[in-house]
């Protein structure tokens, strides 16, 4: 590569400071799938002979083996995934290694890649995806019929199945899902092609290499080409986002751990000890994700600022895209199989869940509606049972003359609101708690799920 233009050999601080090799050698599978493509599109074009094709590819193939088997010397000194491979390419096979490199520039080369190994690695996520939406499906099922608090401002506010929250953690994820499938469409459009900047005098059809490696659409704009990173940026944030859910997930489950509330423990295999305190079991691997969140929202910000100042095309900056990119897509791939393999052995402390989901004031909100449905304005309604709620008392232990010293609507049939399960049942609007409604949307996800 600096055969010509250079008189002097690069400074050794600069070779280290500059190379990517020890980073983006994960490309590999990729970068060869875009040269045995381009190869046959170079075949087309009347460049290299069938001979040369076919040469080519099957040393290619041996190449990919011998990465694959730890064989494969990757050298610094000559920057990058793309070098390392045609080096080696063009030492064992000679003038057809050379030859391969022609109407292609690194700069679209990286861009195939990147948009290749997105779109693997969308996928691998996805099914990440799905496997902890089952786990929190077969959870919700152990325990449909178990009643807890739910909070708003970490408050007690009303109650709630605990397979109804499980089937909430099931949306957040199927959004994630969705964004990534969107994601996988912006990605889905190949590059190569566009060379540095202004494409080649030696045309390829490009529209067949797009075929060859799975593409929908090809790039319009050779400028654009070169310099997109919009989709990483997309990636990134899919990423983001579902450390951020996930995060808040562990935060649920670190509390709800706590001696304070009683309602969950971790299994051993999922939990650590102190190195001081015996008695200590500490919830570990959930408070590890509520922390890797963060790593995910700054290897997203790292590349927007990136890109931000950058002028169009291609520049060097780029290079940096590349650890921000494998980091997060190692800490999501990692917390994923961590949470679908840890939520099987939570235990759920349901005495202490459903004693909790009892307290009388849970059911303030439907004590109001019972007034609603007596003809009382609900802001009227809601004024009456927060005087009721601010005697200290519990609701359910007023007596009848307490009741009616705020209201004449009260009836003797008061009491019966703080029938918890009762109160649960009557919650049937799409989307709200009843048990009828759990299992129509338990039922939904089973089929979804089961299609995939």
């Avoid at 109160?423 to 708690?433: D, H, N, Y």
Wanted: glycine letters at 6%; charged letters at 25%; proline letters at 3%.
């Amino acid at each position: 590569m600096r055969r010509g233009r250079f008189n002097k050999p690069p400074a050794e601080v600069a070779l280290r400071y500059g190379e990517s090799v020890s980073s983006d050698w994960r490309l590999y599978r990729h970068d060869i799938a875009g040269s045995i493509a381009h190869a046959a599109a170079l075949a087309q074009a009347g460049i290299i002979t069938a001979d040369e094709r076919q040469e080519i590819e099957t040393e290619l193939r041996v190449i990919e083996k011998d990465i694959e088997s730890g064989n494969f010397d990757w050298d610094a000194s000559l920057e990058d995934v793309h070098m390392n491979i045609e080096a080696a390419l063009t030492k064992r096979i000679g003038a057809a290694g050379a030859k391969l490199h022609t109407a292609r520039s690194r700069n679209d080369q990286i861009a195939l890649d990147l948009r290749l190994y997105v779109k693997a690695e969308i996928a691998e996520i996805s099914a990440g995806l799905r496997s902890l939406q089952t786990a929190l499906l077969d959870f919700a099922q152990q325990h449909v019929d178990v009643v807890m608090p739910g909070y708003t401002h970490l408050q007690r506010a009303q109650p709630i199945f605990l397979a109804h929250y499980l089937l909430a953690q099931i949306e957040t994820l199927e959004r994630d899902h969705e964004r990534l499938g969107e994601t996988r469409r912006r990605a889905d459009v190949m590059p190569l092609g566009s060379g540095a900047i202004a494409g080649s005098t030696i045309v390829v059809d490009r529209e067949a290499i797009a075929k060859s490696l799975g593409f929908e659409q090809v790039t319009q704009n050779s400028v654009d080409a070169v310099s997109d990173r919009d989709f990483l940026a997309d990636f990134l944030f899919c990423l983001a986002m579902i450390g951020i859910h996930l995060s808040r997930f562990s935060e649920d489950l670190i509390l709800w751990n706590t001696t304070e509330f009683g309602y969950i423990e971790f299994s051993d295999a999922f939990a650590t000890g102190s190195s001081l305190m015996p008695q200590k079991k500490n919830p570990d691997m959930a408070e590890l994700t509520r922390a890797k969140s963060g790593r995910l929202i700054g290897n997203l910000v790292s590349l927007l600022t990136m890109l931000k100042g950058l002028p169009s095309s291609y520049n060097r900056d780029l290079q940096e895209d590349k650890e921000a990119l494998f980091d997060s897509v190692d800490t999501v791939s990692a917390a994923l199989e961590v949470f679908a393999a840890m939520l099987p052995e939570l235990v759920v402390h349901r005495e202490r869940m459903e004693s909790a989901a009892t307290d009388p004031q849970l059911l303030a909100t439907d004590l109001a509606e019972y007034l609603v449905r007596k003809g009382i304005p609900f802001r009227d309604a809601h004024a009456i049972v927060g005087k009721l709620a601010a005697s200290g008392k519990p609701l359910n232990s007023l007596s009848d003359d307490e009741y009616h010293a705020v209201s004449d609507a009260f009836s003797p049939d008061v009491h019966e609101i703080f029938d918890v399960r009762a109160a649960l049942r009557r919650r049937s609007a799409t989307g709200a708690p009843s048990p009828e409604n759990i299992e129509r949307q338990m039922e939904r996800w089973r089929q979804l799920l089961a299609t995939e």
